[in-house]
């Protein structure tokens, strides 16, 4: 069982960064495990936002791509979100999960964007 907390989220103006760290825990764990962050707006479905596979290939959604960063600690075993050029629309609960998503969700960390 893999337990997920995310940490870093925050009030942003538009234009800002954030940095995002989710840190796993349990048994399981294992460097080539796919992870990746969710993120949750309100009144809408958790999608994803990125993905790091085995090693440290990565998907990104169209609208994250040159804006997200996603990457891996594999020692700490600590999955990390840069996020730059923060957007209004960018505001929403960000989550991480394994790639694609089977472990319980966790309190997630909330991201608001707003001048």
């Known amino acids: 069982q893999v337990q997920l907390v995310e940490s870093g989220g925050g009030l942003v103006h538009p234009g800002g960064s954030l940095r995002l760290s989710c840190q796993a825990s349990g048994s399981g764990i294992v460097s080539s495990r796919a992870m990746g962050w969710y993120r949750q707006a309100p009144g809408k479905q958790r999608e994803l936002v990125a993905a790091?596979?085995?090693?440290?290939?990565?998907i990104y959604v169209d609208s994250m791509k040159g804006r997200f960063t996603i990457s891996r600690d594999n020692y700490k075993k600590i999955v990390f979100l840069q996020m730059s050029s923060l957007a209004p629309e960018d505001t929403a609960v960000y989550y991480c999960?394994?790639?694609?998503?089977?472990?319980?969700w966790g309190q997630g960390t909330q991201v608001t964007v707003s001048s």
């Open positions: 790091i596979l085995g090693g440290h290939s990565t």
């Open positions: 999960n394994d790639y694609p998503p089977t472990s319980s």
